[in-house]
């Protein structure tokens, strides 16, 4: 079974920077495309960024200029780095292993307990 565990949220002021880690177990990271997701209050799970095996980004158009995805396959490990974060950004954040079909990022069935990021004065 594939576990992931997320991790480097915390309560930041609007306009500041977390960077996000991700170390997944049960499965070769090199082999699968990442992503990270969020999730507010009363709300489902949402895609924000992707990235492929061979490390090519993507992002959502609202957080595209300010989050960057990246990935380290020695070390099991993705990251987001969140910049000029806004209160709108505040959730819980998660990330998962998938594969894209096309454009579209399908993840595995199992996740991580996520990392909560708030973002407030």
């Known amino acids: 079974q594939v576990h992931l565990v997320e991790s480097g949220g915390g309560l930041v002021q609007p306009g500041g920077s977390l960077r996000l880690s991700c170390v997944v177990s049960?499965?070769?990271?090199?082999?699968?495309?990442m992503g990270w997701y969020r999730q507010a209050p009363g709300e489902g799970r949402e895609l924000i960024a992707s990235?492929?095996?061979?490390?090519?980004?993507e992002y959502k158009h609202f957080v595209e200029g300010r989050f960057t995805i990246s990935r380290d396959n020695a070390k099991n490990t993705a990251y987001l780095q969140m910049n000029n974060l806004k209160p709108e950004d505040t959730a819980a954040y998660y990330c998962?292993?998938?594969?894209?079909?096309?454009?579209?990022?399908?993840?595995?069935?199992?996740w991580g307990q996520g990392t909560q990021v708030t973002v407030s004065s």
């Open positions: 998962n292993v998938g594969n894209f079909i096309g454009s579209y990022f399908y993840s595995g069935r199992n």
């Open positions: 049960g499965s070769d990271v090199s082999l699968n495309a």
């Open positions: 990235i492929h095996s061979d490390g090519t980004p």
